[in-house]
């Protein structure tokens, strides 16, 4: 069987060549590229307390084995067969988190991803025994691979990074390559929550006379050391006679400003953001919780959270009150500039990264209505045997899918 058509392409070549089709994917290599060359796992799993590379690799991969197993076991469970155990492949596999539990299950496995530093990462974290390749691709389609080659798709957390026509592309590619009776695992978002974004919004700002708010620190650390992250929780009540809507547009967020309080002067005017609630009724009050970063210097500050309505105003500008407290900023303890909790296992890649931690820039989130998956899936004579979901600002579905045939 003839399994890849085409060699790999440099990104350049692939994505700027001449007559290429502008599907975005230049922009998601970038991003992809930069968040792997930061911290190749917190981009994969971007937990608060593991910011920084603070993940071991170990308590990392074991969330892979996890995660495989309850997909494969929620796959039989709702009457999924797969033909054979020859070859799975794992699109979006960053540094192989999923590919190598996989590995333990399959004879044969594909990992493919569009960033090389996750793909060079992931080859150095191959565990022995086990029957992996490694591919990187930038094509907006997946022609290496011979139609009904596979026998089980599984793909996690990374649908939802590309504009929904280039995902619904990879989604037929898969259709295309799974074996007849062969098997589908994978996640895509659908629609945002109402909680998140109502869809009855207006996307118009915030009037004037409704940015009245009341906001109360409840916890924040009262000392940390210079440059220090840590979460910031303020409760948030809306005193106005009108609802305040969340927008795409104008988002509202919480945010935070750090006050020297030798001088009175403003040392940090834009920290941390925390997304408010869809809608927030007169006279009702949300709770949220941020990361903030502590400033650079030495001292002690106040810190002050205020509702932000993001390129309008930040309310206490138009008569809402900020919440504050105070804060003494330390020196760095030597062991945490040293960097914090990691594992030696990453000397196993430390080469292929950058030397040292920086915010990289954030990746966008898209979704695949349901119905167009449904319809999509129906279309190539496959089932859908479930659809978990899962919901956080989007609504999110883990689809168990049986191959026709
Ligand atoms: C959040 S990570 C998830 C990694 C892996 N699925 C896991 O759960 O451990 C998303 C991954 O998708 C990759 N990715 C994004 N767009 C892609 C594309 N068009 N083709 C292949 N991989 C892509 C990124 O480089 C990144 O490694």
Not at 289 to 303: H, K, N
Request: proline residues 6%; charged residues 20%.
């Amino acid at each position: 069987m003839r399994m890849f058509r085409r060699a790999r392409q440099t990104a350049r070549q692939t994505l700027q060549g001449p007559g290429s089709p502008r599907t975005g994917l230049e922009e998601i290599h970038d991003v992809w590229e930069a968040q792997a060359r930061a911290d190749p796992l917190w981009a994969v799993l971007s937990e608060t307390e593991k910011r920084e590379r603070a993940w071991s690799v170990n308590e990392f991969l074991q969330t892979g084995e996890d995660q495989v197993a309850r997909a494969l076991d929620r796959f039989l469970e709702a009457g999924g067969r797969l033909p054979d155990h020859e070859l799975a492949l794992d699109f979006g596999c960053g540094v192989g988190r999923l590919t190598q539990a996989l590995g333990r299950r399959f004879q044969r496995v594909i990992g493919v991803d569009v960033s090389e530093t996750m793909v060079a990462v992931a080859k150095r974290l191959a565990a022995p025994g086990t029957d992996v390749q490694y591919v990187i691709n930038q094509q907006p389609d997946l022609s290496f691979v011979d139609d009904g080659a596979v026998s089980l798709v599984f793909s996690m957390i990374t649908l939802q990074h590309m504009p929904t026509p280039v995902a619904l592309g990879y989604l037929r590619e898969f259709l295309r390559v799974v074996k007849p009776g062969g098997g589908l695992i994978f996640q895509v978002p659908s629609h945002y929550a109402d909680s998140y974004l109502p869809a009855d919004r207006d996307d118009e700002p915030v009037s004037d006379t409704a940015r009245r708010s009341e906001t109360r620190v409840l916890s924040v650390p009262t000392v940390l050391q210079v440059g220090a992250r840590a979460d910031l929780t303020v409760a948030v009540t809306n005193l106005s006679d009108q609802p305040w809507v969340q927008s795409t547009k104008y988002p509202l967020n919480l945010g935070n400003h750090w006050i020297n309080q030798d001088d009175g002067t403003v040392s940090m005017h834009d920290d941390g953001r925390g997304r408010m609630p869809g809608r927030l009724h007169p006279g009702e009050t949300t709770r949220v919780t941020f990361t903030i970063q502590a400033p650079p210097t030495p001292g002690l500050y106040r810190i002050e959270a205020d509702v932000v309505q993001e390129g309008c105003a930040w309310f206490a500008s138009s008569g809402g009150d900020v919440g504050y407290a105070e804060v003494s900023v330390l020196e760095a303890q030597e062991e945490e500039a040293a960097g914090k909790g990691r594992s030696s296992q990453w000397t196993i890649f430390e080469d292929l990264i950058a030397p040292s931690w920086a915010e990289p820039p954030p990746f966008a989130m898209y979704g695949i209505p349901r119905p167009e998956v449904e319809q999509l899936v129906t279309a190539h004579g496959a089932r859908i045997l479930a659809a978990d979901e899962w919901i956080t600002e989007w609504h999110s579905y883990t689809y168990a899918v049986q191959a026709g045939g």
